[in-house]
C-alpha cells in the first residue's frame, strides 16, 4: 500500500479497513446509535444489525450463530478462553488438591502465554509449554505426549503471528476427537485455536479443523480495531471473567460495539466471496516468494525464519548476520517503508521475540531479524522498491558495525 506516507508492508499487525467494510460501518456512528439491549426500535435497529453480522461470521466459520460470541480482538477472546475454561471447571465439587492441566507451546502470542502465566501464578493450573522445531511447526506426537487425566485444554496457533508457520490443527482436531471418544464422549481435553493470523487465508471450518474454541480480530482482515470473535462450540464448558450484564449468551458482559460488529460482519462476509478470495490469495503467495527469493539471492548471509513450505501466504521473516533489527526498521521508516520485528503488541520490549528464541536462534540472531507482511493491496513496485532500500540499509550498518561479509549482488 504506497501512498503520501510510504509503503506498507505490517499488514500482520493490522489491516487498512475496506472501503466497502466503512460503507456499512457508517451509518451507526451517528444515525443508527441504538443500544442493542434497548426493547425501542432504535435498539432493535441495532440489534437486528448484530445479529446480521453474527449470520455472516458463522456461516464462514460453518457453525451456529448461537456459538459466536463477539468481544473486543483476540486478546480478550484468548483470556476468556483460558481463564472461562479455567473458571468452568472449579464451578463444579472437585477432590481436594485437583487441579487442572492446560497445554499450549512456548511461541504463542503473549496474551495466551501471560493468560497461562496468571493460571499458573495463581495456583489454578498447571501449565506444559510445548517446544516447536527450528521449521517453527509442532509436533503432533509432543502435544499426545502432554496431554495427561487432568487435561483440560489444548491451546495451539494456527498461524504463528511473527514468523507465520502454519500449525497442524486439523490433525491436532482429530487427536483430541479420538481421545474423547476413547473416554465416552466426555468434554476434555478442548481444543482451541487462536486464528487471528489464519481467518485470511486458511479453511476455518470449525467442523473440519475440529476445534472447541477459535478466536480472531477483526482488524487483521480489512476490517475494524476493537472488535474480535470467539467461537465457543455448543456445549462447551466455559464461564464469563467479566461481570456485568448479559450480552454474548453471558458470556460477554458490555454494552456491544455495534459499529465495530457490523464493520467485522461485512469483512468476513466479503471472504466467503471465494473465487475472488482466492484470487488475491493467488496475488499475494506469488509477491512474498518473489520478495523471498530475491532477498536471500541478493543479500549475503540473509536466512528466512520458519518453514519456507508452511507458511503463511502473506508472511516473510528474514534475519540477517551483523545487522540489529531495530536500526533496520528505523532505517527503513525513514525511506517511507514500513515493517517491524515481530509482535506490534511487544514493538516496546528491548528482549529479542520469544518466536524467534522457540526456533533456537541465539539472541544475536533474533535481535537481527525483520518481518514483512504483505496484503491485497501490495504492489511488486512496492517490493522491489523496498529490496533495492533493504540491500543498501544492511550494507550501510555492516559497514558501521565492521562486518562487511561480501559483495552485494
Not at 83 to 94: E, L
Not at 247 to 263: D, S
Not at 377 to 397: F, I, M, S, W
Amino acid at each position: 500500500m504506497n501512498n503520501n506516507k510510504g509503503i506498507y508492508l505490517d499488514y500482520a499487525a493490522t489491516t487498512p479497513v475496506d472501503k466497502n467494510v466503512m460503507k456499512e460501518m457508517i451509518p451507526y456512528f451517528s444515525e443508527k446509535f441504538g443500544n442493542a439491549m434497548s426493547v425501542h426500535n432504535f435498539g432493535q435497529e441495532a440489534q437486528q444489525a448484530i445479529d446480521t453480522a453474527r449470520e455472516r461470521v458463522a456461516k464462514f466459520f460453518n457453525c451456529s450463530p448461537s456459538e459466536i460470541i463477539f468481544t473486543s480482538g483476540a486478546t480478550e477472546s484468548n483470556n476468556l478462553t483460558v481463564k472461562g475454561v479455567v473458571k468452568s471447571f472449579y464451578s463444579v465439587s472437585r477432590k481436594k488438591g485437583e487441579i487442572p492441566h492446560i497445554v499450549t507451546t512456548v511461541f504463542e502470542h503473549h496474551c495466551v502465554l501471560d493468560a497461562c502465566h496468571a493460571m499458573k501464578k495463581e495456583g489454578l493450573a498447571e501449565i506444559t509449554f510445548l517446544p516447536v522445531g527450528r521449521d517453527g511447526i509442532v509436533k503432533i506426537a509432543d502435544v499426545k505426549k502432554a496431554i495427561k487425566p487432568n487435561t483440560i485444554l489444548i491451546s495451539i496457533m494456527y498461524v504463528n503471528n511473527e514468523i507465520g508457520t502454519v500449525q497442524p490443527i486439523a490433525e491436532i482436531g482429530k487427536l483430541i476427537q479420538k481421545l474423547r471418544s476413547n473416554n465416552q464422549g466426555i468434554h476434555y481435553p478442548l481444543l482451541h485455536t487462536d486464528a487471528t493470523q489464519s481467518v485470511n487465508y486458511f479453511d476455518c471450518n470449525v467442523k473440519k479443523i475440529g476445534v472447541d474454541l477459535l478466536s480472531f480480530s477483526g482488524h487483521k482482515i480489512y476490517g475494524p480495531k476493537g472488535v474480535g470473535v470467539l467461537f465457543a462450540k455448543r456445549g462447551t464448558p466455559i464461564r464469563r471473567i467479566q461481570d456485568g450484564g448479559d450480552q454474548e449468551y453471558k458470556l460477554r458482559a458490555g454494552t456491544h460495539n455495534v459499529t465495530g460488529i457490523v464493520g467485522l460482519g461485512k469483512a468476513v462476509d466479503m471472504l466467503t466471496a471465494s473465487g475472488k478470495q482466492q484470487a488475491i490469495i493467488k496475488k499475494i503467495i506469488s509477491l512474498r516468494d518473489y520478495l523471498i527469493k530475491r532477498v536471500l539471492t541478493e543479500i549475503p548471509a540473509a536466512y528466512l525464519n520458519g518453514s519456507k513450505e508452511k507458511r503463511s501466504p502473506n508472511n516473510a521473516n528474514f534475519r540477517f548476520d551483523n545487522v540489529e533489527g531495530e536500526g533496520l526498521i528505523l532505517s527503513l521508516d525513514l525511506e517511507g517503508i514500513a515493517t517491524s520485528t515481530g509482535s506490534a503488541c511487544s514493538s516496546g520490549a528491548l528482549e529479542p521475540s520469544h518466536v524467534l528464541l522457540a526456533l533456537g536462534l541465539k539472541h544475536e540472531q533474533a535481535h537481527g531479524s525483520l518481518r514483512i507482511t504483505i496484503g491485497k493491496y501490495t504492489t511488486k513496485a512496492e517490493l522491489d522498491r523496498t529490496v533495492k532500500v533493504l540491500k543498501e540499509t544492511v550494507q550501510r550498518l555492516r559497514k558501521i558495525s565492521g562486518n562487511v561479509l561480501s559483495e552485494f549482488k
